[in-house]
């Protein structure tokens, strides 16, 4: 590939980030507008009647749109699928606003690398929850504050294992992932963390990764062990 293809083709991949970029966050503001004169019911009606979008995707866009407004225009340049994981409820909001700070700085930085760092970052804090000696000398006392700390680090570990599903899988494979996971009988299920660590190792036993590995390390990071 010659010089000049090359620069033309990096110019128009930045110049359709920015487009897409815009477009959800302007999406976004607009149906937070929308939402203000409707209930739950009849908006996610009007979102998928009306707008004719997944209503899960109207509220990524709407997440993007609220976290948006107070960074850096220069935010506008990453990917639409960095944007969601930078505002998901789940990431820290001062890890996002460093991101931003690295953004501003001329760095480049992709999506599977952040999902790196967010990982990196929820397994150190379990570790130094675990070194402390109050978390020691309260295992077999008083757990309720630990529980509260695992219920916290799960639910986020939870969220972003969603969030790479709803990016990463069909508007129809994810729909059934959700009919799976939030059936009463899986829910119900007394060894259901068994069955899905054995599933993810049983995959990774067979070799059969194929881009699933990486779902499969954020599964994993969960302090209560």
Known sequence: MSSSVATFLMGRAERIRRQASSSVIGIGKDLIEAKRYLSHGAFVDWVEGEVGIPARTAQAYMRVAKW??????????????LLYVLAASGTPEEFAADVVKRVESGERISVRAIHAELRDMREMKCEDLRARPSFREARGKDTSAIAVGTHVATAA?????VAILAHALSEQEFARVQDIMTDKSVMNDPELAWKIRNAFS??????????????AENAEAVCAQ
């Open 157 to 161: 570990a939870l969220q972003e294992v």
């Open 68 to 81: 948006a407004p107070a960074k850096s225009a220069k935010i506008s340049k990453l990917p639409v699928s």
């Open 202 to 215: 049983t995959l990774a036993k067979g070799g059969d990764l194929s881009g699933r590995h990486f779902a």
